[in-house]
């Protein structure tokens, strides 16, 4: 009985994961599976550190293809728990409920590699009505839409965030998603972008009151971290949408897609999360193991722990562990 509740809790770690930006959809039509978007070295792990390096594109390296946009055009990510997304009975697709936050969306030009004050905030949605962002974001099957700024036609980095605030009423419990993908605006948009923007490594602040936010006392207000949105966001009325059309880039050919080499992320030893979801109290169980599983594990690691935890058979974990999406 012991070693099924701890193999319950085990799969409850594993199944209360997290959420990835894998896709543009424009004019209605998904591009394709990491096309243009940077591959996060990351995983679906979410950034604590509001001043790591990972805040400007979850780790991501740039890849020589863009998607093509027309400015003022609306444009869509598509975000998943699992990559690939999982077929189907994933409950945690797009993302776990439990992960209630804003959803804000910035832009940079390419050639700033995203490095330094080069964003601007083009969107951001928060809590209204009683609803979050992520909620919508769950309705919408992890698509988000925004309109993009009449932006002059070029090269840009567009970077949509989240913020699951599900354990943020600790100072450092704030779980931040982002990832960036490469478009090319076309059209003649006038809008430049402000020649001072933000660094996302600084834009929040672990204190900041949308950061450090308890959403399970009924709050019916909420205030959105990181900068306001950018007046110059809604200026200038929309061209008529041109065909969508993918383009890669002259530079590099195919080799763009699989030239990103995935690095492994070893699970950081320092924060070592029993439960990564709810409220759930650690079990007592008569194990009397000390040992927890790090937030991101390798399939050794967790067979592993099965074994000094629940004492169960490797054999056993590996029946069970198929079943689910690493
Ligand atoms: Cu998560």
Redesign the pocket.
Known sequence: MMKTAAFVLAVANLA???TTFQSFVIGGKDQGQHFAVQTPSNGNN?IKDVTSPLMVCNGGKATADQVEVAAGSSIGFQWHHNDPATVSGDSDEP??AS?KGPIMVYIAKADTKGEGAVWTKIFEDGLSGGKWAVDTFIANKGLITVDLPNLEAGDYLIRPEMI?LHEANNAGGA?FYNGCGQIKVTGSGSASLPASGVDMTKAYSATDKGVLFNIYNGATTYEIPGPKVWDGASSGSAPAPSTPTKTAAPVAPAASKTATPTTITSPKPATPTAT??APVPAPSSGSGSGSTLPESFTIEQFISWLKTTAGSSASKARRHARAFNL
């Open positions: 209360a994961a997290h979410p993302i776990a992960h699951g779980q990564e979801a």
